[in-house]
């Protein structure tokens, strides 16, 4: 029975590039949700999606962005990489939109 | 906007003695509450939840307390064993409003055996 899985587990990029963070939920799960964890600190929310269509948005700014597809598989989009940027950034499915939320392992991303 | 306050920031026991872990939030229309523990590298697990309409809520050596009044709730582990030591966090969110979760900045628990 597979969890969530996310990919890559780790990237190293250098600032102003772009970064795209893949997410694949639990099997029969419809929600993703994105958070980024800064080290030593509690996750943040930064996007939630549920059928394709966005339901949440943290405050983050625009450079981040996100999709799911038909197959409730997500991508999470940061443009124009800066040093803060670097974190582990966390996958949480859900089978419906305000129902419990499994975690992905994460991808560490370090800006450079 | 949701805020989550969570204490003590480290905890430190002895192997066999209860651990708690108090959050406080400020969103009244909070109503799910879930706590999740983080081992070093590893992903936050969900260990127990709690939602408004209960006041209490016990999984074997876990157990979650819920006091909307005061809008706080807590974490009860009894009987630690070193497996305990970890990060834990708590969580609040609005139902209503999706699966927003806010955290706490988190619980470093050491049980020293």
């Known amino acids: 029975d597979a969890g969530v899985t996310q990919s890559p587990t780790h990237l190293i990029k250098t600032r102003g590039q772009h970064v795209t963070l893949r997410c694949s939920p639990i099997?029969?799960?419809?929600?993703v949700s994105w958070y980024q964890q800064v080290l030593g600190q509690g996750p943040q929310f930064i996007f939630q999606y549920y059928e394709k269509e966005e339901r949440g948005r943290g405050n983050f700014p625009d450079r981040f962005s996100a999709r799911q597809f038909p197959n409730y598989s997500s991508e999470l989009n940061v443009n124009a990489l800066l040093l803060g940027d670097s974190a582990l950034y966390l996958c949480?499915?859900?089978?419906?939109?305000?129902?419990?939320?499994?975690f992905g392992q994460g991808t560490r991303l370090t800006v450079v | 906007g949701e805020n989550v306050e969570q204490h003590p920031s480290t905890l430190s026991v002895q192997e066999g003695d209860s651990a708690v872990i108090k959050c406080t939030y400020s969103?009244?229309?909070?109503?799910?509450f879930p706590w999740y523990k983080q081992e070093l590298g590893k992903r936050p697990q969900l260990i127990i939840d709690i939602r408004s309409n209960v006041g209490e809520k016990k999984d074997q050596r876990i157990a979650v307390t819920l006091n909307k009044t005061a809008k706080h709730f807590s974490l009860h582990i009894t009987e630690t064993q070193p497996e305990d030591s970890a990060v834990y966090f708590c969580?609040?969110?609005?139902?209503?409003?999706?699966?927003?979760?806010?955290f706490g900045g988190g619980t470093r628990v050491l049980v020293k055996p």
């Open positions: 949480a499915s859900s089978f419906q939109v305000f129902t419990e939320a499994f």
């Open positions: 099997s029969g799960h419809k929600s």
């Open positions: 969103d009244s229309a909070s109503n799910y």
């Open positions: 969580a609040a969110s609005f139902g209503a409003a999706g699966n927003k979760l806010t």
